[in-house]
Nanobody
Framework: QVQLVESGGGSVQAGDSLRLSCGASVRTFSRIVMGWFRQAPGKDREFVAA????????DYADNVKGRFTISRDNDNITLYLQMDVLKPEDTAVYYCAAKSLPTSRVYNVRRLNEYDIWGQGTEVTVSS
């Protein structure tokens, strides 16, 4: 069973930057899409960003577009989320997730249930 591990969270001031990383317990495994989601206290988990693992196409939630960048390293092993111009409303636990199971149907990278592997999360706190 592949496990995902997030790192890089912390407490910062508004306007600061953070870079989150997501590694896996095995060096390589089949993944179709990888995404970042977040869950603020008292709220539902929400989509942040996703990247198609083979083609590199990306998608972002409107409230992070232009401030966050999702990427993967050149070895296609580690997932990143560069977060710039952080705002207090970005405060949440951030989770990385992988869609590893192939499917012939059209899927929506913004939907939580598309993903079958999840990390435990890393906390980000942004103070004003």
């Amino acid at each position: 069973q592949v496990q995902l591990v997030e790192s890089g969270g912390g407490s910062v001031q508004a306007g600061d930057s953070l870079r989150l990383s997501c590694g896996a317990s095995v060096r390589t495994f089949s993944r179709i899409v990888m995404g970042w989601f977040r869950q603020a206290p008292g709220k539902d988990r929400e989509f942040v960003a996703a990247i198609l693992w083979s083609g590199g196409g990306t998608d972002y939630a409107d409230n992070v577009k232009g401030r966050f960048t999702i990427s993967r390293d050149n070895d296609n092993i580690t997932l990143y989320l560069q977060m710039d111009v952080l705002k207090p409303e970005d405060t949440a636990v951030y989770y990385c997730a992988a869609k590893s199971l192939p499917t012939s149907r059209v899927y929506n990278v913004r939907r939580l249930n598309e993903y079958d592997i999840w990390g435990q999360g890393t906390e980000v706190t942004v103070s004003s």
